[in-house]
């Protein structure tokens, strides 16, 4: 569905120009959405069955051997969350990593849909290879999310557990000796 139509050096540049321009532009657009408007139980963050609580991702890509090799696209935004890092291990610090793996999968998603518009003005073979670019360049990143997410899920779960038993610890108390000191 060519519409436009340059020449092939011109076409090449638009398509890094424009590649650039959606990057930048889609990252900045995501940095500015709260990241309380997030809801990590949301059915489209959950880990689904065949993810094998994410370890598909291990046995398909081997996360473990390059995650660690991935630079952050925070570094670009001012105040952006730093994902690579849990900041605080309590439950409102895992609550808040959670919200953030949403975000930056959210935001990687929407980095591959404007592959499609390179239809316009690129031969529809190389506009194939810019959505098989977007999709290729955005998946590593939602890979990672979706593979550390239900880790970081099994946390949570287990710091609430903490939380609760130390709750329960300081409720229980010896009811015949609650009032006593008022009957004196």
Known sequence: MRIVYWSPVATIVADILIWVVF???IGY???HIPV???DYNHWSYQTFKWEQGGEIYQKLFKVKNWKRFIPSGAALYRGAYQIKHVAEFTVEGVK???KESCWAEFCHRMMILPGFLFFLWNEAVVGWIMVAYAVLNNLIPIVMQRYNRPRIRKLLA???EIERE???ELTIYEPQ???SH???
Do not use: D, G, I, Q
């Open 177 to 179: 000796k609650a009032f």
């Open 96 to 98: 808040l990593w959670l």
């Open 158 to 160: 287990r710091l609430e």
């Open 182 to 184: 008022s009957y004196e």
């Open 166 to 168: 130390k709750t329960m």
């Open 36 to 38: 309380e408007r997030f």
């Open 23 to 25: 990057h930048l532009s």
């Open 29 to 31: 657009w995501c940095a």
